[in-house]
């Protein structure tokens, strides 16, 4: 092989391993500009695959081991920014308080954030209070029925879009419109139906209505303009897909009855 060829195969060989490192550090500058990977988090004891509690050591839900195993792969220690419901992360998402987050998908976030692979696609409907005569959604929709929602939630502007009379209130936690569905001050709870039914559980007498008024699809997120770490959380949540690392997400959340709904 000539002297001038083998010379430029070396060349492009160290330029080669120059640059992956460089690329590396600058996917970390982008997904991590802190030094950490800081996951926003949702806090409710509603449970599921978007909302997370807290605990005594901690954090625990599927975004929370998520967060870690993302921020494991990028070799960045992980922090958790808790939040009280998805709309007030949409909120922050300007702001720079966090890098990645997993939530709730609709038109109106696409414009404040960037969208990587959907994991969760849930039913929304409703619950009832206890001694409600409500038993579908016609007799739900009527003028002086107080529906609740988190506040600022796609589920929220879901229920606002579906119903034509009844008024919908939007509150920050779950726990808020929990107490005021056991009391009877609101009518009904706007949610997806799997925390609904667990909702049911605890409050005798309440019922979760057989109807669907939209699908709430749940996905991994990044502020905008941060397309580096759009390619990467896309790939993550790809392989998490399939390597088994959502499953076990899912299972050692409670969710092991649950299966994984990508579209």
Known sequence: MPTSLQSALVGLGLAAMVAMPALADGLKDEIAPTGRLRVAIAISPAGGAFWSTKTEAGYAGVPVDLGKAMAAQLGVPVEYVAHQNSGQITDAAGKGTWDVTWLPKDPERETR?????????????????????????????RPGIKVAAVNATTTMRGAIAHLKHAEVTG????????????????????????????????????????????KTVTAVAVPLGHQQALTFVTKFMTDATTNGTLRKAYDDNGLKDTPIRTE
């Open 171 to 214: 509150y920050q936690t779950y726990d808020e419109i929990f107490g005021l569905l056991r009391s009877g001050e609101i009518d009904a709870f706007a949610l997806s139906r799997d925390q609904l039914n667990k909702m049911a559980r605890k409050i005798p007498g309440t019922k979760v209505l057989d109807e669907t008024f939209k």
């Open 113 to 141: 954030m960037m969208f990587g692979p959907i994991y969760e696609v849930a039913d929304a409907t409703y619950i009832v209070k206890p001694g409600s005569n409500v038993t579908s959604f016609a007799t739900l929709d």
